[in-house]
């Protein structure tokens, strides 16, 4: 009995009350994975794909690979401050159009979040609500974004409305399922616990539902991004005036390929550090979720 | 003897409860009057409980053995407030919990929960889980839950691990931590639905002694529904043993061992004598329920 109620005396316990948290612990972990082959082979790993890359495109030119600029025309037009075909990381342009994206991706996804995470803790919190939203929500959400583009045309005026319009309807549906399913996996359990500790409907809501949804929330809002990226850029290049999907389709009408190349890995590079930024977010916020992940040993 | 050991406990440990009642029994007879419950999951009525009948005293520690799936859950369920009830009473210290006209319980802290598979918040750290029905009941403020939860958790033999999410700790320590947030809660009656099913068994040892010596200290009165029938005779003052689906209480036994009890009492004659006599009644019930093959109700 003793041993087990001072486990102060036990050395392993005193570890793991002084382990290192926040940066110290990244740092750590930065540190040990160089001890490991990962790194390395994530380093090989680029390089092979960006050498067969080459190799179709520069190295042996193969039929109609012959036309699409290869990663040294790219790269050179690229870190150039007089660029070939008008587009650099030199030029105004080139920031401008991550801007515009970037912008409208902030308002798309901050509305398709503000709406969506509320009304899916709703629906998966109150049956009443479910059923007057459910049937309409699946319905809606097989149509593709593509076949919105008229209406959205016809609804908004400009060229800004009907893009964030039709970004923010595609991760809406994204987030809402997600945070529906989110609350309706939480253990039945909680509910029967948190009833039996007095609370009051709002009290389960705020203590119950809200966390308990939210490794679901997060991990619908990390798809939820990825969706109002490329429903933007499909947008983007039927309606608009900037932006890296226009930068991309207006390339390719004026035939000059490299910009467009430099779109594309723009938008690469720019999509997965919006996802970064959600899912640490996310785990900032979840750090309960993430401990039990990591004893879990992921 | 009996009363003479718990009080010198009482008077060395300080414990909050001692305050209030003095290691006297402040309430907590159930009165379980010919209650039956019917469901309909498929369309077809399936009788849970029928006729069940029991008087449990303030303070007893009673123990429910019986088959797997014969209902003992659904009659925690109906005391604690998650069901609904199709006919009988049940009263606790003479107020009516359900009976005629009131089918469902009002869920309450006077009658506090401890789930089979644990319903601590994953989301909150034990001290936070500790602290929430206090505060969500409006009885202290959020500092004052804290000192007391932190306090709590102390004599619990959990001091260190106030700050850590259940995931990080034993299943033995939440389990410990989950008894602990209901006792805040100065419950009359402590309902535990097989709380220790999932552990090994000397995880089990450690967690009967710490229950014991709970018990010793609040004398709350304690349902505990079990299929370990060592548990039963070691923990419990009576032991109902009910019959398998519909359930209905079959034979009650005295357990004669004096308090405070240690595992010594697990080798005494008088021990093996209740053991082979609880034996004898349940074993018919669980070959009869093993041939029906039914499967558990929630």
């Known amino acids: 009995m003793t041993s087990v109620s001072s486990p102060e005396n036990s050395d392993p316990v005193k570890r793991q009350m002084t382990a290192p948290t926040g940066l110290a612990l990244l740092w750590y972990r930065f540190k040990t994975s160089f001890a490991t082959p990962r790194p390395y082979m994530m380093v090989g790993g680029i390089f092979l794909w960006l050498f067969v890359y080459w190799l179709l495109c520069e190295g042996l030119r193969l039929d109609r690979f012959d036309k699409i600029p290869g990663p040294l025309a790219v790269a050179k037009d690229m870190f150039s401050p007089t660029p070939f075909q008008g587009i650099s990381i030199f030029t105004g342009e080139y920031y401008n159009h991550i801007f515009v994206s970037c912008r409208r991706i902030l308002i798309a996804f901050t509305l398709a979040t503000g709406i969506g995470v509320p009304l899916g803790l709703f629906m998966g919190w109150s049956k009443k609500v479910r059923d007057y939203t459910f049937p309409i929500l699946e319905t809606l959400r097989p149509i593709p974004i593509l076949a919105w583009v008229p209406l959205a045309i016809l609804m908004f005026p400009g060229f800004e409305g009907p893009v964030i319009f039709l970004a923010t309807l595609a991760s809406l549906f994204v987030t809402t399922l997600n945070t529906m399913l989110g609350v309706q996996s939480i253990d039945e359990s909680y509910f029967r616990a948190a009833g039996c500790l007095g609370s009051s409907n709002w009290d389960i809501f705020k203590n119950v539902v809200v966390p308990g949804a939210l490794p679901y929330v997060f991990t619908g809002l990390q798809i939820s991004i990825g969706v109002a990226w490329f429903s933007l850029v499909a947008a983007e290049m039927v309606s608009g005036d900037h932006g890296l999907g226009y930068l991309i389709v207006d390339s390719y009408m004026n035939n000059v390929t490299v910009p467009m190349v430099i779109g594309m890995i723009t938008l690469g590079f720019v999509g997965w550090f919006t996802s970064v930024i959600v899912r640490m977010v996310g785990n900032w916020l979840m750090q309960w979720h993430v401990k039990a992940l990591a004893l879990q040993g992921r | ?298």
Not at chain 2, 41 to 62: L, Q, T
Not at chain 2, 164 to 170: A, D, F, I, R
Not at chain 2, 216 to 233: M, Q, S, Y
Request: hydrophobic share 40%; with cysteine; net charge negative.
């Open chain 2, 1 to 298: 003897m009996n009363e003479f050991m718990s009080k010198t406990k009482v008077n060395g440990t300080a414990a909050p409860h001692a305050q209030i009642n003095n290691g006297a029994p402040m309430g907590g007879a159930l009165s379980i009057k010919h209650v039956s419950k019917i469901y309909d999951p498929e369309g077809v009525n399936v009788c849970a409980v029928d006729d069940c009948s029991m008087e449990i005293a303030a303070g007893e520690v009673c123990m429910i053995v019986g088959p797997s799936g014969c209902g003992k859950t659904t009659l925690l369920n109906a005391i604690a407030g998650f069901h609904s009830i199709t006919s009988g009473e049940i009263t606790l210290d003479g107020d009516l919990l359900c009976g005629p006209g009131k089918p469902k319980a009002a869920q309450g802290a006077d009658r506090m929960v401890v789930f089979q598979n644990g319903a601590l918040f994953p989301w909150k750290t034990l001290v936070e889980n500790v602290a929430y029905g206090p505060i969500v009941q409006r009885r202290m403020s959020k500092p004052e839950a804290l000192e007391k939860s932190y306090q709590m958790l102390a004599e619990a033999g959990l001091g260190d691990f106030g700050d850590k999410y259940p995931g990080e700790v034993s299943s033995g320590m939440a389990r410990r931590a989950e008894i602990v947030r209901a006792l805040i809660n100065e419950p009359k009656v402590l309902l535990l639905d097989e709380p220790y099913r999932a552990m090994d068994a000397l995880t089990k040892s450690i967690m009967h002694e710490s229950l014991l010596e709970t018990y010793d200290r609040t004398k709350v009165t304690i349902f505990f529904i079990t299929h370990d029938l060592e548990e039963a005779i070691f923990l419990g003052d009576k032991v109902h043993v009910v019959t398998t689906r519909p359930c209905s209480l079959k034979k009650t036994i005295d357990v004669t061992i004096p308090r405070p009890r240690t595992y010594e009492s697990l080798s005494s004659e008088n021990f093996r004598h209740l053991m082979a006599e609880v034996n004898e009644a349940v074993h018919e019930e669980a070959v009869k329920a093993f041939q029906a093959g039914e499967r558990e109700l929630a």
